[in-house]
């Protein structure tokens, strides 16, 4: 029988960046009690003692009573259902490595859209090889969607991609609101190498800008990324799907586009001159396409596909490559 999850399930925060808090003030909005596991001791203090996030958006006002916040996160799972994963991806297993509580009759539900770097693994591969989860206990939830917007009620859509449509209606209606859109999928492993691979082709197009190209060449990489994106999607793991929609194509636009992209940031910073290691210190958030970039060149090992544009970002960011010089060799071939 598969894992159902009742209405008046529990939502339980992992993580206390700009996308924890956004999602956390989405939750509270719809008046959720939440238990939010944060390991920063400052921004612990500051959620507990003024209802705020003193490190990221911290202009947004929480409602102290419905937080349980805590630096302990086997009291958050114990007391939760559904485990919200919104930490970075290369740091997760850090984050996890004081949980001893089992999550057996848990929902885990990732937020992250990045991989593990040392298993090469998404984020619900992780965790069912690790706790031994099926996908009935596993989702994610993904689109375009940057914290800063969401955060400040700007109208946006999410996808909540789950096995079981009556799961995913679940934790949909968490999250629904006037500014938050919902949509619903079965297209787990779909979504999340969408959400993995549209940070490197971001990073791409900062590159691009960093380099001085125009807008014209742009919109012909961002298009080929898309292609690149589909192909790799479809070729690894078929299924019928439509990377047109917003949680595929829309985040992908979003990412390379927005000012608030940190991918886009780091290629931009590096197209200006910028070394990769001294762009990455300047970073105050993570830049998810930075790991991506190596996690997918490892993978594609097993499938072969042609990412001429994931390609040239790995060589940029870890083989030292002349980054004029592998974007004009890239755009003889779009």
């Not at 960046?17 to 939750?27: E, Q, R």
Request: include cysteine; glycine fraction near 8%; charged fraction near 20%.
């Amino acid at each position: 029988m598969s894992y159902k999850l009742n209405s008046d399930a529990v939502c339980g925060m992992i993580g206390y960046g700009s996308w924890a808090t956004a999602l956390v003030h989405t939750l509270l909005s719809n008046r959720q009690n939440i238990w939010w596991h944060i390991r920063n001791a400052e921004v612990l203090e500051s959620i507990q003692t003024e209802g705020r996030n003193a490190k990221y958006l911290n202009d947004i006002e929480f409602d102290k009573d419905l937080i349980n916040a805590t630096d302990d996160i086997n009291e958050v799972v114990r007391n939760s259902d559904i485990i919200i994963i919104a930490a970075p991806s290369a740091y997760l297993q850090d984050f996890l490595k004081d949980l001893t509580e089992p999550l057996d009759d848990k929902f885990v539900l990732s937020a992250t859209k990045g991989i593990i770097p040392d298993g090469y693994k998404t984020i619900t591969e992780f965790f069912r090889d690790t706790y031994n989860l099926s996908y009935d206990h596993l989702g994610l939830i993904s689109g375009p969607s940057h914290a800063e917007e969401v955060s400040r009620d700007r109208l946006s859509y999410l996808t909540v991609a789950t096995t079981d449509e009556d799961n995913g209606k679940a934790i949909g209606a968490k999250f629904s609101r006037p500014t938050v859109q919902i949509r619903y999928s079965q297209d787990i492993y779909g979504i999340e190498y969408a959400g993995i691979l549209k940070n490197i082709y971001a990073l791409a197009g900062g590159l691009a800008v960093g380099l001085g190209y125009g807008d014209n060449f742009r919109a012909v990489l961002t298009a080929a990324g898309a292609q690149e994106m589909t192909r790799f999607i479809q070729e690894s793991y078929p299924f019928e799907r439509n990377t047109m929609e917003s949680a595929y194509l829309g985040d992908l636009l979003v990412t390379s586009y927005s000012s608030f992209s940190r991918n886009r940031r780091l290629g931009q910073m590096i197209g200006h001159g910028i070394t990769v290691k001294s762009a990455l210190n300047e970073m105050t958030m993570i830049a998810e396409g930075y790991f991506a970039a190596e996690c997918i060149k490892h993978i594609n090992e097993r499938f072969n596909v042609h990412m001429p544009i994931a390609e040239m970002v790995y060589d940029v960011l870890y083989k030292r490559a002349n980054p004029r010089r592998r974007m004009k060799g890239l755009s003889t071939q779009l």
